[in-house]
């Protein structure tokens, strides 16, 4: 039988941090609990896929780590970006009716712009996963005049497309709320519905993409 988990029941609030994810592993390794969020005003060294520099910004967005312990299948790790994606999507357009689409493996787009991505980061021991830790970062109250300048043409943040400025406490309940709905349902029901739903709003699907092993520039941006 499954337990039915409650992610965000202890949440690590920090002002600044090298990246939510590291300060998550950190925690993992006190001995935090499975379900332990990580949330940092501001990040120093923040990091998206194939070793991307994500900007972060003091006061801005919405940086926050989630880590998950055992039991975790190899069908469950494999689906949890989908998972974050669609935690991420569904929260952002119930907090502020904006519609929301995902990019393979790991955007947030508005308006063909990156708003926010997804890192999962796990840690073995021996053939199995020990840890998973999710990271999701969103730009949330971030002017496009105030990103750096490789950005501004490609990257947006909530605020941006929204016209006014939203709660980031708001948008992180939201996203908490459903992720922990989610992953209930991912763990009951396995890996195909979840599926259905991230392709709802998939740019890529039946698409050729361009897959490279390294790419230069923000991850905060889209990169095609």
């Known amino acids: 039988m499954l337990t039915r988990h409650r ?12 990246s939510t994810n590291t300060a998550a592993f950190d925690a993992a390794a006190a001995g935090a609990p499975d379900g332990t969020v990580v949330v940092a005003d501001a990040q120093r060294a ?5 070793g991307r520099v994500w900007a972060s910004p003091a006061g801005r967005n919405l940086y926050c780590s989630i880590l998950l312990r055992p039991p975790l299948t190899a069908v469950t790790v494999a689906a949890l970006p989908f998972l974050a994606a669609v935690a991420a999507r569904d929260a952002i357009q119930a907090a502020t009716g904006l519609t929301v689409k995902t990019k393979w493996p790991n955007d947030l787009i508005i308006h063909n712009r990156k708003v926010g991505g997804i890192l999962v980061e796990t840690r073995r021991a021996g053939a199995q996963t020990a840890l998973a830790v999710v990271g999701i970062g969103i730009n949330v109250n971030w002017p496009r005049r105030s990103m750096p300048a490789p950005l501004q043409p490609i990257a947006t943040s909530v605020q941006a497309e929204l016209g006014q400025p939203v709660s980031r406490s708001r948008l992180l309940t939201a996203l908490l709320t459903r992720f922990n709905q989610d992953y209930d349902r991912l763990r009951r029901d396995g890996a195909a519905p979840l599926m259905k739903r991230w392709s709802r709003s998939s740019l890529t699907l039946r698409q050729l993409v361009d897959v ?9 941006a889209v990169r095609h």
């Open 46 to 50: 923040g990091r998206g896929r194939l």
């Open 212 to 220: 490279k092993r390294r790419a230069v520039g923000g991850a905060n």
């Open 7 to 18: 992610i965000g029941a202890r949440i690590d609030r920090h002002r600044q941090v090298d």
